[in-house]
């Protein structure tokens, strides 16, 4: 990272009370053998994108699939819809973007990053329908979604400096939508 960009990073991680997230920022980063920024955008960012999907966009037929259905039934579609997800995020990213223009680094990293994220962001909450009473699975599967949700909003938080409340509200209502959904269709 060139000394201007760090010292901008760190001015307004002290500015805005944040110099943990820069200093946590950093030591990632230094890990991975990038500088800050090249991290988020090259890591983070393509990380995010396939957990916000993963988790968001296989609520609804997880959740129609336990309602209309069985537990059995929805980890059956709940796995089958995270790991078709993740195949689908993958080659999406790798393909929307060679990197060379943006900056955005490898496509084939990216896209297994992005991938791979969205797989493990869909999974998670189709593991509590291993439980055979389907009330209960739908309970189990509803807080992991809110684990799910607020780790979302902390990385959004702790790496893209949104402010986690906003994160919250926003990451929080794009899961109730898409629940929703899957309520009304699994219940018609």
Do not use: C, K
């Not at 890990?31 to 988790?55: C, E, K, N, S």
């Not at 209309?68 to 980890?75: F, N």
């Not at 393909?95 to 896209?111: C, F, I, M, N, W």
């Not at 209960?136 to 909003?153: D, M, N």
């Amino acid at each position: 990272m060139s000394q201007d960009v760090a010292t901008q990073v760190d001015e307004s991680a002290r500015a805005t009370g944040d110099a943990s997230t820069s200093r946590l920022t950093h030591a990632i980063a230094t890990l991975t053998g990038f500088d800050d920024r090249t991290f988020v955008l090259r890591v983070v960012q393509p990380a995010l994108v396939g957990m916000i999907d993963g988790t968001v966009s296989t609520l609804a037929p997880i959740f129609a699939a336990a309602i209309s259905s069985s537990s059995h039934t929805a980890l059956v579609v709940g796995i089958a819809t995270a790991l078709g997800a993740g195949v689908s995020m993958g080659f999406s990213e790798a393909l929307s973007d060679t990197g060379e223009e943006t900056g955005r680094g490898s496509a084939v990293v990216r896209g297994a990053i992005t991938g791979g994220a969205t797989a493990f962001g869909g999974v998670f909450h189709s593991l509590p329908f291993i439980i055979h009473n389907v009330h209960t699975a739908l309970i189990v599967a509803l807080v992991v979604v809110g684990i799910e949700l607020f780790v979302i909003s902390w990385v959004r938080y702790r790496f893209l400096h949104v402010p986690l409340r906003n994160s919250m509200v926003a990451v929080t209502g794009a899961g109730a939508v898409v629940v929703a959904i899957g309520v009304l269709i699994g219940g018609s």
